[in-house]
């Protein structure tokens, strides 16, 4: 059974890190992409960073223009758990954050749409107070 645990939300102040992080269970994820999106009350579900294997072998990894600069998606070495690094947040961060992955190694078009993602974890809720 596939399933997709995500841990270290918390309620911190505006400047302040987080590092959450999700491990993925039940098949091998090192191949398939892996995202985070979020979403905060009364909004739809949006992209936060993504990180997928590239025929360089190695790991391709990007994020939203909203948290460049701030976030960091990282994937460890068996390639089951990614991490997201979050430092200098701000109220607006606010949210609940999900850990997706897809269920084949190309996943969809552009691996920035909650549609493209086949798993998915409960949640955490990052609260960022100002």
């Known amino acids: 059974q596939v399933q997709l645990v995500e841990s270290g939300g918390g309620l911190v102040q505006a400047g302040d890190s987080l590092r959450l992080s999700c491990a993925a269970s039940?098949?091998?994820?090192?191949?398939?992409?892996m995202a985070w999106f979020r979403q905060a009350p009364g909004k739809e579900r949006e992209f936060v960073a993504r990180?997928?294997?590239?025929?360089?072998?190695?790991?391709?990894?990007d994020s939203a223009d909203s948290v460049k600069g701030r976030f960091t998606i990282s994937r460890a070495n068996d390639g089951n758990t990614v991490n997201l690094q979050m430092n200098s947040l701000k109220p607006e961060d606010t949210a609940v954050y999900y850990c997706a992955a897809a269920s084949t190694v190309l996943g969809g078009p552009r691996l920035k749409s909650s549609y493209e993602y086949d798993y998915w974890g409960q949640g955490t809720q990052v609260t960022v107070s100002s």
């Open positions: 990180t997928r294997w590239t025929a360089e072998n190695r790991y391709y990894s």
């Open positions: 039940g098949r091998t994820f090192s191949r398939l992409p």
